[in-house]
């Protein structure tokens, strides 16, 4: 597609985009997996496990271990096949790069597990034990251990850009859009938090303290939750919540309501990108 210049506005290329009805599918299935992953686990913890894992990343080593990483690869997928607008003029942030980012962020997380309470000897035994994966045999526990958390950070800094950067671009023309902005915005920041509070929590090591109360895998629940968040606004499945938010604002002169498109036209008008 092409970048967006000064004389079309989003909402018009969005319009004459044929390709909306995919984008907004893209977009549905990343919130919806980010919403399913955590629930099932939590489920699967108060249902048939024995309690809430230390991580979301633990559950690698559990019965959960196929929806953890079939969920991860799907979200990988659907990032990957998401191609988004070409940044303006003098931007150097495009969709395609935050997405790709994002989506081999997702594959290192499930590909290069994080490491098990016990060494596997993975490069060691021989033969290696099944539960080892290729990442580990090849690089080692710790080596995997590495690429693990690097993955995740650029899976959730890069989910984070898209909802401070790129899913704000343009102008806020409606009181609906300006809404979304910030429904984008706190779910942005709430990322960037979220992985700070882990940061502090494991550089402080101050986790074994809290041990019990599992507070990474509630950050990282509440972090995956606001990126699903974001996705869905962006693919118009939340518009009673955002119509809801602009409702807190008092009218705008330049900002008004849009039209209802007409069924089936695919029509976004909270995007405006």
């Known amino acids: 597609m092409g970048g967006i210049d000064g004389r079309h506005s989003g909402a018009e290329q969005r319009a004459d ?155 806020a023309r409606t009181q609906e859009k300006a809404a979304s902005n910030r429904i984008y915005r706190l779910c942005g920041w709430t990322i960037i938090g979220c992985m700070a509070a882990i940061a502090i929590l494991k550089i402080g090591r101050f986790e074994a303290a809290l041990i019990g109360l599992s507070p990474v895998f509630w950050l990282e629940t509440l972090a995956t939750f606001a990126f699903a968040t974001s996705w869905l606004v962006k693919g118009d499945s939340l518009r009673p919540v955002v119509r809801a938010v602009a409702l807190t604002d008092p009218p705008t002169p330049d900002a008004t309501v849009p039209a209802a498109p007409p069924p089936g036209s695919g029509g976004d008008p909270l995007s405006d990108d």
């Open 17 to 171: 985009n044929d390709l909306v009805l995919s984008f907004l599918r893209v977009r549905r299935a990343i919130g919806v997996l980010g919403f399913f992953l955590p629930t099932a686990l939590v489920l699967y913890s108060l249902t048939l496990g024995s309690g809430l894992l230390p991580t979301i990343s633990d559950y690698y080593y559990s019965p959960m271990r196929e929806v953890l990483v079939g969920s991860l690869c799907a979200i990988a997928v659907f990032l990957w096949s998401y191609e988004g607008y070409d940044p303006c003029p003098g931007e150097w942030l495009s969709d395609r790069m935050a997405a790709r980012t994002a989506a081999l962020g997702a594959l290192a997380v499930a590909w290069a597990p994080t490491r098990p309470d016990l060494p596997l000897g993975c490069r060691l035994a021989e033969p290696p034990p099944l539960i080892c994966t290729a990442s580990q045999d090849a690089f080692g526990e710790t080596v995997a251990y590495a690429l693990h958390w690097l993955g995740a950070a650029a899976f959730f800094g890069a989910l984070a850009a898209f909802c401070l950067v790129l899913f704000v671009r343009g102008t």
